[in-house]
């Protein structure tokens, strides 16, 4: 493997700045910032919100909550809880 390929993948496996939890087809998805492609989708909110909190926390970073219109619903740090 290239040396390029290898900062690339180690780049992308950093941790993120925040766990977003946004609105994306009907659906409710769990993505990285930054990122166009979502962990996982579920089809309620609670269960999307649930998900992130969990691996905000294993990451050791903040969770963004989103609501429909895209406006920021709620934000906190799982390190606070």
């Known amino acids: 493997m290239h040396k ?10 950093t941790t993120p700045e925040s766990i977003r939890v946004v609105v994306q087809d009907n659906q409710w998805a769990v ?5 166009a492609l979502c962990i996982r ?7 999307a ?3 992130a909190r969990g691996l905000a926390a294993r990451l050791r970073t903040k969770l963004v909550i989103e609501a429909r219109g895209g406006n920021i619903f709620d934000k906190c740090s799982p ?3």
Request: aromatic share 10%.
């Open 41 to 47: 989708s579920f089809t309620t909110q609670y269960d």
């Open 31 to 35: 993505k990285r910032e930054g990122k």
């Open 49 to 51: 919100i649930d998900y």
């Open 4 to 13: 390029t390929h290898l900062r690339e993948r180690k780049a992308d496996m």
């Open 79 to 81: 390190l606070l809880q």
